[in-house]
């Protein structure tokens, strides 16, 4: 360890990250980065095939966004928005932004990152159902294999169960029905159409038994980001809504991961036609320079808050940071730049390209089972045989292992450890020629592994 990762590990706790392993292996820096490079502080150049932690869409060291960045701290460094205080930037980004979002929403509450976005989403749903004197309504059904953050409510919602254990979570409202996995649990003859169907009566099935009148909102990712890139299956969210209709229960859209482009979309609503009542999104909104989230409600939503108010007074809700100035104008930049770039449609046809090169090369390989994903989001499932379903035994940690050969051939990739998968989601501004790069160096990596193991 140098004096710099001596010190790392001995003052910091850093979050996701085994901290018995840590305090011997330590940290690796990463010193700089300009557009789909990291160099880390041995002078290692890396291409970040994971654009951080899926969110620098832009790529890295972009001057427009230090440029916003610092016009707006000469400007307004900071001002509160408590109170109905406001400031231009935040103003312009609301009414841009509004403009994107699916129809129906009306209204954004702006914070600092995707657990706070959801977070603010649960309690107002919670004060909703006040006003709305069913003080019963109030449960959430989350899905297991979500990620939708760590706080004390979003690591409830989140549905992997180390975010739970010795946390003592879930919260006692925040319920879990059965992942869209299909993949993993779809049963042997069974169409993805039939197994959708079988999810959704599953769903009514939780919602019945506890009651629909204690249910308030079910909260889902368009396509599963951190518990592994899990496109839904065919007519999944058709059936999903149509049980949501039917008991009068809020849809939550988690765009954190999907939202601004990744799938080739602007939203994943839009690419499923889901009709969200509330929908959160961050990260790629500022490609991770500034921490921001914004949330959006439905107007029936904010009338049901404008009744708040005159009932209770003030809407009590929100963060120091809210509408922060600077970060409004790196959203601006940023948006800017995915509109005069053709990000979004660059990561529907450079992701498809990216998709197409992960099948071909591991088409005859009996050690990968399936290539997941849509646009420039994409999981690869190892198994030890899938012409046995033959899965990898837990203390193999193939995903860690391939990801670390990954590390040392130049490619960060995020491994999925409890799935034995790889994840990618690089950045939008990726060309065919970086997908070749981002693929020789994972295939190669993958093979070397694989012949040590198998
Ligand atoms: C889908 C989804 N929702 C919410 C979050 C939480 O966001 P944050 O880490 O900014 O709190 C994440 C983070 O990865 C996410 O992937």
């Known amino acids: 360890m140098t004096h710099l990762t001596e010190l790392d590990a001995s003052t910091i706790l850093h979050p996701a990250t085994n901290a018995d392993d840590f305090s011997r292996s330590g940290s690796k820096i990463i010193e700089s980065g300009q557009g789909i490079y990291l160099r880390d502080h041995r002078g290692k150049q890396l291409i970040d095939a994971v654009a951080g932690l899926w969110c620098v869409n832009v790529g890295y060291g972009r001057t427009e966004l230090a440029e916003a960045m610092h016009k707006a701290a000469l400007e307004l460094s900071y001002y509160h928005t408590f109170s109905g205080m406001s400031n231009t930037p935040q103003i312009e980004l609301a009414e841009r932004l509004l403009d994107k979002v699916p129809n129906g929403l009306s209204k954004v509450f702006f914070g600092s990152g995707g657990s706070d976005g959801n977070d603010s989403l649960l309690k107002i749903i919670w004060y909703i159902n006040n006003i709305r004197d069913r003080p019963q309504k109030k449960k959430i059904i989350s899905r297991w294999q979500a990620y939708h953050g760590t706080s004390v409510a979003t690591a409830s919602l989140t549905g992997l169960p180390s975010f739970h254990t010795a946390f003592d979570l879930p919260l006692n409202n925040i319920l879990h029905t059965e992942s869209p996995d299909f993949f993993r649990y779809g049963l042997e003859g069974e169409t993805q159409q039939q197994f959708s169907m079988r999810r959704a009566r599953q769903l009514e099935e939780l919602i019945l038994e506890q009651g629909a009148d204690t249910v308030a909102a079910f909260i889902a990712e368009p396509v599963l980001g951190a518990g592994g890139v899990v496109t839904p299956p065919v007519g999944y969210f058709e059936a999903i809504q149509r049980v949501l209709k039917r008991y009068d229960i809020l849809f ?203």
Request: glycine share 6%; charged share 20%.
């Open 252 to 454: 939550i859209v988690d765009e954190v991961v999907c939202g601004y482009g990744r799938l080739g979309k602007w939203f994943g609503s839009e690419l499923y036609d889901l009709k969200p009542d509330m929908m959160t999104t961050a990260k790629a909104l500022t490609s991770g320079y500034f921490p921001y989230s914004a949330s959006f409600v439905s107007d029936e939503i904010w009338q049901l808050i404008k009744q708040g108010s005159v009932k209770y007074g003030n809407f009590a809700h929100g963060y120091t940071y809210a509408g922060h100035p600077i970060g409004a104008a790196v959203a601006m930049a940023n948006l800017d730049i995915i509109e005069t770039e053709n990000l979004v449609e660059n990561a529907a046809t450079v992701g498809a390209y990216f998709h197409s090169q992960l099948n071909q090369r591991f088409a005859n390989d009996s050690f990968v089972a399936e290539v997941r994903g849509t646009g420039m989001i994409a999981a690869v499932q190892f198994v030890k045989d899938k012409n046995h379903a033959l899965f990898f035994d837990k203390q193999d940690k193939i995903s860690a292992k391939i990801a670390s050969q990954c590390y040392e051939n130049g490619l960060i990739s995020r491994p999925l450890p409890s799935l034995d998968s790889m994840a990618f989601s690089p950045p939008l501004i990726c060309t065919t020629k970086d997908i070749d790069n981002i693929v020789d160096r994972f295939e190669h990596s993958v093979r070397s592994v694989m012949f040590e193991e198998l």
